[in-house]
């Protein structure tokens, strides 16, 4: 365009010489305001946590700046302030809006022990918060900066209309030049074809091809990050558009990740207290996410809990311990059978409860079976909308991956509409399976805790991660990180990569359509300098417009 307005000048025509540069100038500072909207929307977090932050110190209360704050600064926060970092409750209770780090608006109960993120709200109940992370290091500003890195990265379209220029604007360049000073050598009007030369140029110039793609991604990556999705880098969201098959894992994934008791059966006339409380004295002090529910069952159910005597962890097969003077085991059926206790009796029922999907505990001593304790994973209670979103977007082959036993698995599986199961797997085998499906099926996107399926993730077409909010591990690890726990948030992305996609492809098609036309125009003079620089930057703005068309929220996609 510099060139264009240079050329004007030099041709005495300084009307259109000015209007040019006038044209040129505001082209480019809307542009500029373009791109600064689309990168300021996901910087404006950055204003959700205070500046300052109330801290305790020598006895008494002080404020500081958040960006003072290093970790093991204890901050008090009151109902309707905000979090300046990351942090631990340390005392008191509350509800926490946090909408500004994973997307969801429904408030989070916190306690004693529990995670708070930079730029949270406290809503309920004043707290005292053991600082994790300084202020430059949190959640908040690690979203923001991968966010701001992903916009900048590039799609393969990107790559090949990179590549594609390099090679195609030399070659206008020098066409415009032959085209300016060739017609001349053989006395051709000098300010014909010299006009002629610059029009070409302008003509020429790829910029609204250039531009057909970055802004779609860099809106769509920006917005998706306000919705608490962290997309990678443009070559993610470009994958995200081709996905076809979701594979998904079970625990922590498609079901909450804690296990809750169903069924407490006494047998021979046993109590199911009594049941309950010896194995809640033997799981006291085991790790086991099974042994945590029990101990948690017999809390709520006002059953004291004494931790037994003599702990022992038997690998594979459960736990004993002493209970009031006696040795009492908590394990599978099989612990028992290899002990001689007679398991005839109880096998129907516990045939009964695994076709439900539960997972089965038996309890008793050494040769005698006392109750049965069954517990079930229950799924996320929007796992069914998710797969009805799925299907909506085509995709209808929803695969589980799981190391659970396959009777386990399918009854959950059925329970929520899931027709594909992958069970009995080793994270070395769910790799293996999205390998699989790749080859059969097409495109996989594969959903896990971003840390035992960091095999799988790394395998698919994308990876995304549940979950991810304060775990740097599980965002590393992954394509694309859920700061939270809504698995609707699964369908979004892949139809906020179809939009963006769709969008990059029309600007990409009306660029071409575009030159194809106004460059033979300029060439046999169908077209005035000043005609090609409206079309040319008109052209420009029309696809920047266009690209932030992907700024789009789940509510905007329907999901």
Not at 17 to 41: N, V
Not at 344 to 371: N, Y
Not at 513 to 530: E, K, N, Q, R
Request: charged share 20%; glycine share 10%.
């Amino acid at each position: 365009m510099f060139a264009a307005t240079v050329g004007s000048a030099a041709l005495g025509l300084w009307e259109e010489a000015a209007f040019l540069a006038f044209l040129y100038a505001g082209a480019e500072g809307l542009e500029e305001y373009t791109y600064d909207r689309t990168r300021g929307a996901i910087r404006a977090l950055l204003d959700l946590a205070p500046k300052e932050a109330s801290i305790l110190r020598n006895g008494g209360e002080v404020t500081i700046a958040a960006d003072e704050l290093t970790p093991g600064d204890v901050m008090v926060v009151r109902p309707g302030e905000g979090f300046a970092t990351d942090g631990t409750v340390r005392s008191g209770t509350t509800s926490i809006d946090e909408a500004a780090v994973t997307g969801e608006s429904i408030p989070v109960e916190k306690g004693i022990g529990d995670e708070i993120f930079a730029g949270t709200v406290n809503l309920t109940g004043a707290v005292e918060v053991a600082v994790t992370k300084a202020f430059a290091d949190n959640t908040l500003s690690q979203i923001i900066h991968l966010v701001e890195e992903a916009q900048e990265d590039k799609t393969e379209t990107q790559q090949l209309i990179d590549r594609f220029g390099k090679y195609y604007s030399p070659a206008v360049l020098v066409s415009a030049f032959a085209l300016g000073i060739v017609p001349i050598l053989f006395g051709g009007d000098p300010a014909v074809w010299i006009r002629r030369g610059i029009t070409l140029a302008v003509a020429g110039a790829p910029c609204a091809l250039v531009m057909s793609t970055p802004v779609a991604v860099a809106s769509a990556i920006g917005s998706a990050g306000k919705q608490g999705v962290l997309i990678k880098g443009g070559i993610h969201l470009e994958s995200l558009a081709r996905v076809r098959v979701l594979a998904i894992d079970k625990t922590g994934t498609l079901t909450r990740g804690e296990p809750q008791i169903t069924d407490i059966i006494g047998v021979a006339d046993t109590d199911p207290t009594d049941v309950l409380h010896h194995a809640a004295a033997v799981e006291a002090s085991s790790e086991h996410p099974l042994g945590r529910a029990i101990v948690r069952r017999a809390e709520a159910d006002g059953i004291g809990v004494e931790r037994a005597q003599e702990f022992e962890a038997l690998t594979g097969a459960g736990a004993r311990a002493t209970v009031d003077g006696n040795v009492i085991y908590v394990g599978n059926v099989a612990l028992f059978a290899e002990m001689g206790a007679a398991t005839d009796a109880i096998s129907p029922t516990v045939e009964q409860l695994r076709e439900q999907g539960k997972t089965v505990v038996v309890v008793g001593h050494a040769d005698r079976i006392i109750g049965v304790i069954a517990l079930r994973d229950e799924f996320r209670p929007e796992t069914p909308e998710m797969i009805k979103l799925l299907h909506q977007l085509n995709i209808d082959d929803v695969v589980m991956l799981t190391g659970d036993n396959q009777r386990t698995a399918t009854a959950i599986a059925d329970g929520i509409g899931i027709n594909h199961v992958r069970a009995d797997l080793k994270p070395v085998d769910k790799a293996d399976a999205v390998v699989e499906l790749q080859d059969t099926l097409g495109p996989v996107a594969m959903v896990g805790d971003g840390i035992n399926d960091a095999p799988a993730l790394a395998t698919a077409t994308v990876g995304i991660a549940m979950g991810a909010a304060g775990t740097d591990a599980a965002i590393e690890a992954a394509d694309v990180a859920l700061m939270g726990d809504d698995l609707r948030t699964i369908p979004y992305a892949i139809a906020l990569g179809r939009k963006a996609n769709t969008i990059a492809r029309q600007n990409i098609v009306f660029s071409i359509i575009l030159l194809s036309i106004l460059v033979p125009a300029a060439v046999v003079g169908a077209v005035s300098i000043a005609a090609a620089v409206v079309i040319h930057e008109g052209s420009e703005i029309l696809a920047v417009l266009n690209g932030l068309r992907a700024r789009r929220s789940r509510a905007q996609l329907n999901m």
